[in-house]
Nanobody, 127 residues
Framework: QVQLAESGGGLVQAGGSLRLSCAAS????????MGWFRQAPGKERDFVAA????????TYANSVKGRFTISRDNAKNTVYLQMNSLKPEDTAVYYC????????????????????WGQGTQVTVSS
């Protein structure tokens, strides 16, 4: 089992920045990649970004490319999501997730392939 705990959400004005953290514990060696997803009220859970523990390979949704950066600290078993130039449409609950299986490129984007999920953290961007 892998336990995930997100932190860092909050309220920010449009154009501002936030950094989300996801601390992983438990059998983290079984996790191949970590991802961030988000879900706005009444909408489906959407992929945001993913990173592989080993290679550091990253992939992003088109809507956040150039604004968000995912990174990891292997020693701390922690993944971060730096969010800059935030827009009101970024408002959502953000979830951290871990997957056991290998992925590459867009293959890392599917929520169904992630095995473990955090409880989520609210991000609200005011206009």
């Amino acid at each position: 089992q892998v336990q995930l705990a997100e932190s860092g959400g909050g309220l920010v004005q449009a154009g501002g920045s936030l950094r989300l953290s996801c601390a992983a514990s438990g059998r983290t060696f079984s996790s191949a990649a970590m991802g961030w997803f988000r879900q706005a009220p009444g909408k489906e859970r959407d992929f945001v970004a993913a990173i592989k523990w080993g290679s550091g390979f990253t992939t992003y949704a088109n809507s956040v490319k150039g604004r968000f950066t995912i990174s990891r600290d292997n020693a701390k078993n922690t993944v971060y999501l730096q969010m800059n130039s935030l827009k009101p449409e970024d408002t959502a609950v953000y979830y951290c997730a871990a997957r056991r299986s290998y992925c590459s490129g867009d293959g890392c984007h599917g929520a169904l392939e992630y095995d473990y999920w955090g409880q989520g953290t609210q991000v609200t961007v005011s206009s």
